[in-house]
């Protein structure tokens, strides 16, 4: 059905539309030159056709959005009628299927409860057999029960007896080797004691042998110095000396300053000017590693003054 009202709008703009274009002509009729007067009809026709043929378009295409719309709703309307048929198709469908699979679960119940029935009536006479079984059995369970005990106790007496008896064995054997411990733990203690005294006397021993050779080189040391001028009599710096087997001077250097630079300079060139201690080599070995390969010598010169 074609809507009036939607006409009712462009019908007014059209009237007023009318009216400014007639204002316009008679304005221009009154009051310009011949030559406007001429032109301004024409142009007044043309704008008219223009302004009737867009609203004839514009009537025309809103009647055809009118069809337009209304095909649309018959396409909606038709479309949901199809999708009511198809939705009461499938509740017809769905309830026969729902019937089938009730009849079928009822059949299916019957034929389980007859099953079972079956089933119980076998498990009956089974429980009845079982019974008769366990009691049977129950008895010899019992019997062999108390020969088992017996044979336990007797067991139970035997191996007490061996248990005390590997329990004297044991005590016997712990005395043993506590004595044993107790005697390699005197004999530790008596041999670390010879061993101590032992490397006390090769210590001293030892001392008394190479006593000697700290004095041949401090002596060696002062021989060779030349003392400065600022020496004083309690200087003393701690020299660091390291030796080779020959008895020649590897390095030298300060371990404790006499705090006097020219003092520490001093004895370090009387050690260089020395060289070698050649007396060393009439040493052992040993005692050369352990005592004179690298030790501390405190040089105090005798030839000082205040």
């Known amino acids: 059905m074609v809507n009036f009202r939607s006409y009712l709008l462009p019908t ?27 032109l ?29 719309k209304e095909d649309a709703r018959k396409q909606e309307a038709q479309k949901k009628a199809e999708a009511r048929k198809k939705a009461d198709a499938k509740k017809k469908e769905d309830a026969r299927k729902k019937a089938e699979a009730r009849k079928k679960e ?14 119980k009536k076998k498990e009956d006479a089974r429980i009845k057999a079982e019974a008769k079984k366990k009691a049977e059995a129950r008895k010899k369970a019992e019997a062999q029960k108390k020969a088992a005990a017996q044979k336990k106790q007797e067991a139970l007496k035997k191996a007490e007896a061996e248990k005390k008896e590997a329990a004297r064995l044991q005590a016997e054997k712990d005395r043993k080797e506590q ?15 010879l061993a101590a005294e032992e490397q006390e006397l090769q210590a001293e021993a030892d001392q008394q042998s190479v006593a000697g050779y ?25 020299l ?67």
Do not use: C
């Open 179 to 193: 004595e044993r411990k107790e005697q390699a733990r005197r004999d530790a203690e008596l041999d670390a004691q």
């Open 106 to 119: 009822d059949a299916r119940k019957k034929a389980e409860a007859s099953k079972k029935a079956a089933a």
């Open 214 to 238: 700290r004095d041949y080189i401090a002596n060696e040391i002062e021989r060779n110095w030349r003392r400065p001028p600022s020496a004083r009599n309690g200087m003393k710096v701690l």
């Open 240 to 306: 660091a000396l390291h030796l080779l087997p020959t008895g020649e001077v590897d390095n030298v250097y300060i371990v404790t300053s006499s705090g006097n630079g020219h003092f520490d300079e001093s004895a370090i060139r009387a050690v260089k000017r020395v060289g070698r201690f050649s007396e060393l080599q009439k040493m052992e070995s040993v005692l050369f590693d352990r005592y004179y390969r690298k030790f501390n010598l405190e040089f105090i010169p005798t030839d000082l003054r205040r």
């Open 40 to 68: 301004t009809p024409r142009h007044v026709k043309a704008q008219i056709v223009d302004i009737k043929t867009q609203l004839k378009a514009q009537q025309q295409k809103k009647q055809a959005e009118a069809r337009k």
């Open 12 to 38: 007014l703009l059209a009237l007023i539309l009318h009216s400014v274009i007639f204002s316009a002509l008679f304005y221009s009729w009154f009051g310009y030159a011949e030559d406007q007067r001429q």
